[in-house]
């Protein structure tokens, strides 16, 4: 009998103490403490992200261009992404002006645009924007031969080219040497031997009675050791400039080949001619309609070329334009940055270098005389006249 309440006791305290640790781990069964409690609230959704439609450019645009709806295009984005001045009506662009280069896929902006060309003016030139800090922009001239027969174009690398010619002056006179020479005669009696004139003027004989100064030779062939025979020499023509090239800048960017375009410049539109205008009335053929049709004129080749050189480049370019030197480009290959030492080119550096030999006066020479060297004539060089057209 007492075993029996013993083992009752026993069994109601297992039970307590079981309920107890339910109770203290959260209502969880035995062995899943891990497992998250079990949740009676709605499933929380996801917000949409409003978005809004902004106005792009479709295709690229340079700087002045008036936009059209040919241009423009409506985009949607995120409205947390838009950015503020954007266009949301395409009718609020449309008549207004590009202020620079915009390319296809830009959303626009109220900075990105005016109203008239006018307000370029308080911009500046697009040009200024591609020139360094640290240098300047100097123009030079240039023919086909000078150019590297026009080959480079904006962005390319060129290096300059200097010729020039040297005379000898006098340092006194700043003349080309040598100087004439003239004989001063003291006009008025003379006095008696050994005494200056009377008169003191004197009259310097010119004109044709001047000659070249030149100096004293000595005839060695009519010399002999009891006598020495002397002579005058005067040159035979003005003394003979003295060439030398070298090369003067290097990696000078090009930044315009001819001329920049004015502020406004427009092409007009050709006039269309009324009908029968220029034919009294008579409609014309289609052959007569064909040659009414003008031509266009090619562009004539540009005549100067605009360099980004450094500021002393510039005053040394434009010394050399004002003293008559002869400017030559030469085009340097891309990615090339390289300076090269060079040396200057003078009639002596030709003979010493390249091996070239004075020819040796015989007593024999070429017929017919050569005084200069001519470029030959081809039969392919003559440009046949075009027959006309009856």
Known sequence: MRRGRL???VALL????????FLVSGGLPLGGGNQPPVSNLEPTLTPVPQT????VVTQKVTRGTGFTESVLGMVEIPKDLQIPGSYVDMAEVVGRRAK???DSGVILTANMTTESADQFSTTGSDWALLIPPGKVAVSIPISRLTSVAYG???GDHVNVIVSLLFVDLDASYQTLLPNFTAAVIAPGPQGAPGESPSVLSAQIVSGGETSAQGRIEVDSNLSTDEETFFYYSVPSEQQRPRLVSQALIQDAIVLQVGNFPLPKEEV????TPEPGAETGGVAPTEE???????????????DIITLIVSPQDAVTLNYLIYSGAQLSLALRPANDASLAQTEAVTLQYLLDVYGIPVPVKL???????VDKVVQPEMPNDAVPTPTPQP
């Open 7 to 9: 083992f009752f006791l």
């Open 14 to 21: 297992l039970i307590l103490a079981l309920v107890a640790i």
């Open 52 to 55: 809004v439609e902004v106005v």
């Open 100 to 102: 620079f280069d915009l």
């Open 152 to 154: 480079p174009q904006k």
């Open 268 to 271: 007009l539109p050709t006039p």
């Open 288 to 302: 007569g309609a064909a040659a009414a049709v003008a031509t266009p004129a090619p562009p004539p080749p540009p």
């Open 363 to 369: 007593p024999y020479g070429l017929e017919p005389r």
